[in-house]
T-cell receptor, first 116, second 114 residues
Framework: DTGVSQDPRHKITKRGQNVTFRCDPISEHNRLYWYRQTLGQGPEFLTYFQNEAQLEKSRLLSDRFSAERPKGSFSTLEIQRTEQGDSAMYLC??????????????FGEGSWLTVV | GNSVTQMEGPVTLSEEAFLTINCTYTATGYPSLFWYVQYPGEGLQLLLKATKADDKGSNKGFEATYRKETTSFHLEKGSVQVSDSAVYFCALNDYGGSQGNLIFGKGTKLSVKP
């Protein structure tokens, strides 16, 4: 299976610690997205990359959050000095060519973060 | 701005019942519309999509028709199964806008009883 993969699937951390999530997109996709989903809500957009360039960031992405995609393939999302409000599922997704009407975004299974 | 509104759940049905989950949208351009499904503890899976007005997306017995005149994309299935129990998300992607990302509704939880 060559879908979007995320690691780790679950992470429990103490408040104030840093955490990092990794995402491997579908290999031929040049767009990569990060979303956050809290219980009972739909996913909310955080940021996206086209190849290695980070093209857009949501206001939800505070200064404690940083995302990278250094070689235009896998991506990491780091959260520094975690807070309990960061507890959520972090979803990675990818899609093919830019701007194509109807282009489909495929999601990974998500990384659950619990901050205690 | 762009937005998606879904009917609130939870929706509880008996097996083989007819399902409708309403979804309406607001968009500045000509969005593509999607339904995603999320099973417990899992990420989102694309269920179906439609890219222009009057298109009908279908998959696994589910259908939704892109209605520009009513800005709607209601999800329907003629006979639900217990295995359809999940949370369903309506979403749009307005490629004419500044972001190429998805905007989701809050989701509708479906429970199907045997």
């Amino acid at each position: 299976d060559t879908g979007v993969s995320q690691d780790p699937r679950h992470k429990i951390t103490k408040r104030g610690q840093n955490v990092t999530f990794r995402c491997d997109p579908i290999s031929e996709h040049n767009r990569l997205y990060w979303y956050r989903q809290t219980l009972g809500q739909g996913p909310e957009f955080l940021t996206y990359f086209q190849n290695e360039a980070q093209l857009e960031k949501s206001r939800l992405l505070s200064d404690r959050f940083s995302a990278e995609r250094p070689k235009g393939s896998f991506s990491t999302l780091e959260i520094q000095r975690t807070e309990q409000g960061d507890s959520a599922m972090y979803l990675c997704a990818s899609s093919a060519a830019e701007g194509s009407s109807g282009n489909t975004i495929y999601f990974g299974e998500g990384s659950w973060l619990t901050v205690v | 701005g762009n937005s998606v509104t879904q009917m609130e759940g939870p929706v509880t049905l008996s097996e083989e019942a007819f399902l409708t989950i309403n979804c309406t949208y607001t968009a500045t351009g000509y969005p593509s519309l999607f339904w995603y499904v999320q099973y417990p503890g899992e990420g989102l899976q694309l269920l179906l999509k439609a890219t222009k007005a009057d298109d009908k997306g279908s998959n696994k017995g589910f259908e939704a028709t892109y209605r520009k005149e009513t800005t709607s994309f209601h999800l329907e299935k003629g006979s639900v199964q217990v295995s359809d129990s999940a949370v369903y998300f309506c979403a749009l992607n307005d490629y004419g806008g500044s972001q190429g990302n998805l905007i989701f509704g809050k989701g509708t939880k479906l429970s199907v009883k045997p």
